[in-house]
């Protein structure tokens, strides 16, 4: 007997149909003979809503009335992906959706299909922070995601007949969007800019504009917990009507002026994803939705208090910083504690340092946020007269602590130079409770180089949450073959909510016919995948090759270009009779990556890729045996299509450099074999996974470290490129105008970084990652020897479920839990 513990629906399919009517009726104003897709997946968004709302209010109340500690995530980016498969599936009425669907004309799929893309996120980052809302209403405990309503999400992107990247705008609010719920009553107002002036002895500020900040609230429901959280996410609002006694043209368009400013801040998603450029609209935009935020919490924590006690606000509520990126809200909680509420310093230092946390997400210092001091004193000067109040405080703190005055200089949160200037990292880690890396290795690279300072003088404060991924999301709706027959090896399906009982299926490994229907699956996801490709993107993939997929954004320390040198070389190996092509294990390469618009190196590398592409795609005597492809727009949708139909996994970034990745763990709980450095998460799957079931090559932390230690990045890479012939042919190629018919001059920029500096070492590790790639061929012509060793992965990756990280985050920094 198998146990089923998925959330029972609240209604019959009847009654789901006849309240999708309802909807299309009464809402919609159409019948059901003139509902288009668009029309019935709205009313069907609507009619489970409603199935939510009751254990919405419920939460919301208990969170207040109740004594358990909330959390409340505050993240610049949550990349949600759509919403209808997930409300459903929480909700209990999937299986009532499709029959209601059905009775209505439709398939499922079309329904699912016209609901469009909520792109509010770059990558890793805002997709963690969506897995962990997910996990958070899934166990239960009382939270609130914090963030932006962009306008515009991620760029879509396109390519042009160059292989060149072309974005174009991603208006994702051009049609209904049942989610969302506008409350134009929990407004805040959120002011810049203007002078601090002296009153009564205090410091006052004056500032010279406003913003009416609007939240739109999210339903995140749990799984089978009963809970339903909210994503609260603000829009920007003008508060001033225009001068309506101005008609002259000119005037009237001075005159909305303001309104357009202000109904600015929250149109669009920054799409860098380091590097980060000192951007006034992005400072405005940290601190619009933070200041809203924490606004919002004393609203909840303390209804209708005119003068609340808010010395025990810590115990209501505690803030993860998700990076950098809302760490303006420390001086802003200080602001508000101080200023509005009359608290003297020290207790309201005492409350912003218990109530925040920052998570750190990076490793590279370039991509650290720092911000230039007159442009916070620009747009918000009193909250960098309490910044360099803290880094007073702080210095002082330092030198009762003896610490050293070079290192004391080092650290400072204020720098005191030419242009002074914030780091955010550094007022993180100092003004809150824990600083945490978001992988094993991550963390402890923190500790011993990126911040180090910080963990020599503050020890206690550091710690790991290894990321997850959600299971509802990534396994139980994008690979629904794999999971009933997960349902079926483990006797229940229990697992969805407590992804550690997947170790169960390590016997398995060793049962023939688990094994075997456990390659079906794989088999019937790739051959699902390749009637998707074809519809999307209007290609044939051949699904009886080997599916090889390297998905994330495209950055050079994650090495996209090691993947496509070692595939010119595997092309100019088969075109020159090097190998014989009966020899050669047929394959099909697939990428997908946007790069951030002003990055050229990335952008060119997306260039070369394409032209590899159709190189390779047209060349009759590879044909059958290597396909390449760069796919367009990756995006959610496009990774849960993707990634259970994947065979092999690229994790290929220079070592030490990736924080964690989460895409990794995507592919290994979806049965993929991973390809990949000691890097990030990587070592910890390896780890949990086996090494014999990990394909590994490359140099390691302290490799690097040494290499760099001998000048690699000036000039050092030569030597890998004269000592090789495959990376000189494969280099050479490039060079020579084969994938730019004939012209020498496009991927000139590529070619001379690899030769000259080459930073993230792609010649130094080409010849490790060619001979794993052997190596992974030998083993896939084991169809049994490989379906196991993907069976072994599912098996023992449980621990990357983002419920385990979750839990890890309740007990090592949040200190609170469920609700009773
Ligand atoms: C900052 C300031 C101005 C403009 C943009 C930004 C910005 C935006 C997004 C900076 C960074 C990001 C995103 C970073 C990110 O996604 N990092 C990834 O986080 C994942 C989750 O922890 C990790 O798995 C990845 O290793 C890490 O690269």
């Known amino acids: 007997m198998t146990e089923i513990t998925a959330p029972k629906a609240p209604v019959t399919s009847d009654e789901f149909t006849g309240e999708i009517r309802e909807q299309l009726k009464y809402t919609q104003g159409v019948t059901p003979e003139q509902a288009t897709a668009a029309d019935v997946y709205v009313a069907a968004a609507a009619a489970v809503r409603r199935h939510l709302v009751d254990a919405w209010m419920k939460t919301q109340k208990d969170m207040v009335s109740g004594d358990t500690k909330a959390v409340g995530y505050l993240s610049a980016e949550f990349l949600m992906g759509k919403q209808l498969s997930n409300a459903l599936l929480n909700a209990g009425l999937t299986e009532q959706f499709e029959a209601a669907v059905k009775a209505l004309g439709f398939e499922p799929q079309q329904i699912v299909d016209a609901e469009y893309e909520p792109g509010l996120g770059n990558g890793g980052l805002g997709r963690l922070a969506a897995c962990y809302i997910d996990s958070l209403a899934s166990i239960g405990v009382p939270a609130f995601g914090y963030g932006i309503q962009y306008r515009y999400g991620i760029f879509k992107q396109k390519f042009d007949d160059k292989g060149r990247q072309i974005e174009t705008p991603d208006y994702w609010l051009a049609n ?6 506008i409350d134009y009553n929990r407004d805040q107002r959120v002011s810049f800019g203007g002078k601090v002036v002296e009153e009564n002895g205090r410091r006052v500020w004056k500032p010279a504009w406003s913003v009416r900040a609007v939240p739109v609230d999210y339903m995140v429901p749990g799984y089978t ?4 959280n909210t994503l ?18 000119s005037e009237y ?6 309104q357009v400013a202000a109904e600015n801040i929250t149109k669009i998603l920054y799409p860098e994803d380091s590097t980060p450029q000192g951007k006034a609209l992005r400072l405005e935009q940290q601190y619009f939705f933070v200041a809203a935020s924490i606004h919002d919490a004393i609203r909840v924590f303390y209804p209708g208090e005119a003068n609340p006690d808010l010395t025990n606000f810590a115990d209501k509520i505690v803030f993860q910083l998700n990076d950098t990126h809302p760490v303006i809200g420390i001086p802003e909680l200080m602001r508000v504690l101080m200023d509005e509420h009359g608290y003297d310093w020290d207790t309201a230092w005492g409350i912003t340092q218990k109530t925040f946390n920052y998570t750190c997400h990076t490793l590279l210092p370039e991509a650290l946020e ?29 030198e009762s602590k003896n610490v050293a005055a070079d290192q004391i200089e080092r650290m400072r949160i204020y720098t005191d130079d030419e242009r002074p200037s914030v780091r955010m990292a550094f007022l993180a880690s100092y003004a809150g409770s824990y600083v945490n890396g978001v992988a094993e290795l991550h963390s402890e690279l923190l500790k011993d180089v990126t911040l180090k300072d910080f963990s020599d003088v503050y020890p206690q404060k550091f710690a790991n949450v290894t990321n997850g991924v959600t299971p509802r999301r990534f396994v139980r709706l994008s ?3 794999m999971s009933a027959l997960i349902t079926e090896g483990l006797g229940t399906d229990r697992w969805i909510s407590d992804l550690s009982l997947l170790k169960g299926l390590v016997p398995l490994a060793d049962d023939a016919e688990f094994v075997r229907k456990f390659a079906d699956v794989k088999q019937a996801n790739k051959d699902a995948f390749a009637v998707f490709a074809k519809s999307h993107y209007g290609i044939d993939l051949d699904s009886s090759t080997m599916f090889n997929t390297m998905v994330k954004r495209l950055h050079e320390y994650k090495r996209q270009s090691l993947k496509i040198l070692a595939l010119i070389s595997t092309y100019a190996d088969i075109k020159s009779g090097k190998v014989n092509v009966d020899d050669v294990l047929p394959r099909t390469v697939m990428f997908g990556a946007k790069s951030a618009p002003g990055y050229a190196m990335a952008k060119l590398t997306i260039r070369l890729i394409n032209n590899v592409s159709r190189v390779v795609n047209n060349d009759p005597d590879v044909k059958g045996k290597l396909a390449v492809h760069m796919l367009p727009n990756y995006n959610i949708e496009m990774a849960e299509n993707l990634i259970p139909a994947t065979d092999l996994d690229e994790q290929i970034s220079q070592a030490g450099k990736e924080a964690s990745g989460t895409g990794n763990m995507k592919f290994a709980l979806n049965g993929a074999l991973t390809v990949g450095t000691l890097d990030g998460a990587n070592v910890e799957i390896r780890q949990l996974v086996g090494a014999e079931n990990f394909f590994l090559f490359g140099m390691t932390v302290d490799e690097v470290d040494k290499l760099y230690a001998e000048g690699y990045d000036h000039g050092g890479s030569r030597k890998y490129y004269e000592a090789d012939p495959r990376l000189k042919q494969a280099v050479d190629m490039v060079a020579d105008g084969t994938f730019s018919d004939g012209d020498k001059d496009v991927y000139k920029d590529l070619v001379n970084d690899w030769l000259t500096h080459d930073y993230f070492m792609t010649m130094a590790d080409f010849g490790a990652y060619m001979d794993i790639q052997a190596e992974i061929e030998n083993t896939y012509r084991e169809p049994a020897k490989w379906a196991r060793m993907a069976v072994l992965n599912v098996a023992n990756s449980g621990y990357f479920s983002s419920d385990r990280s979750i839990e890890d985050y309740l007990e090592r920094i949040w200190h609170t839990g469920a609700l009773a």
């Open 479 to 481: 690979n629904p073959r």
């Open 176 to 181: 209904e969007e049942p989610w969302g719920h």
């Open 225 to 228: 917990s009963q809970r339903v």
């Open 232 to 249: 609260r996410l603000w829009t920007a609002k003008s508060y001033d009507e225009f001068d309506l006694l101005t008609f002259n043209e």
């Open 253 to 258: 368009l001075d005159a909305v002026k303001p």
């Open 370 to 398: 720092v911000w230039p001091a007159d442009l916070i004193g620009e747009l918000l000067p009193r909250h960098l007269e309490i910044i360099r109040k803290i880094n007073d405080q702080f210095v002082a703190e330092l």
